[in-house]
C-alpha cells in the first residue's frame, strides 16, 4: 500500500527498481476490452454460420439442464 506521509515522488531509478519486480499498475478495464474485442472479432471473421452453430449447440445444452432439473 502506497505511504500518505510521502510528499515527493517515486524517482526514476525507484520506479525501475519496482518495474524489474514487476510491481506494475494494470488496467482491469484494459484486460475486459481486448477480450471483448477479441470475441467480437472472432464472430465478424467467422461469419453467420459459426455464431449460429454456437448458439445452437448452447440451445441444447440448456434444453438439457432444464430438462434435468424439471424432472
Known sequence: MADPEKIYPATPHKRNESREKGQVAKSNELATTLALIGVLSFFF????????HLIDIMY???????????A
Open 45 to 52: 471473421v467467422a461469419g453467420y454460420d459459426t455464431y449460429h
Open 60 to 70: 441444447g445444452a440448456f434444453t438439457a439442464i432444464g430438462g434435468q432439473l424439471s
